[in-house]
């Protein structure tokens, strides 16, 4: 079991920086990503690293965004740059162990860009 932890979320006007952090019980070897959901639409990858290997990113976070994780590999970060209206969501941490196909979620921290 591994126990998942984020915080960073807020409410920020347009053009803002948001930094989003996520730390695990456990040393993670595996898939530490980034996830968001808005009412009456399916949660969406935003980002995800092979626990701070090579990185993936949505299109419409590319450019903006940076997945990040520490060296311990229990932290994983999203440095969110250039905040838009239409990233408004809830932010979830989800963590993959190898070789296991469990994803363990956090409780979800919300973002808000308005002016």
């Known amino acids: 079991q591994v126990q998942v932890v984020e915080s960073g979320g807020g409410s920020v006007q347009p053009g803002g920086s948001l930094r989003l952090s996520c730390t695990s019980s456990?040393?993670?070897?595996?898939?530490m990503g980034w996830y968001r959901k808005v009412p009456g639409k399916e949660r969406e990858l935003v980002a995800r690293t092979a626990s701070g290997g090579r990185a993936n990113y949505a299109d419409f976070v590319k450019g903006r965004f940076t997945i990040s994780v520490d060296n311990t590999k229990t932290t994983v970060y999203l440095q969110m740059n250039n905040l838009k209206p239409e990233d408004t969501a809830v932010y979830y941490c989800?963590?993959?162990?190898?070789?296991?196909?469990?994803?363990?979620w956090g409780q979800g921290t919300q973002v808000t860009v308005s002016s």
């Open positions: 989800g963590l993959r162990q190898d070789p296991f196909d469990t994803i363990y």
């Open positions: 456990r040393v993670i070897v595996g898939i």
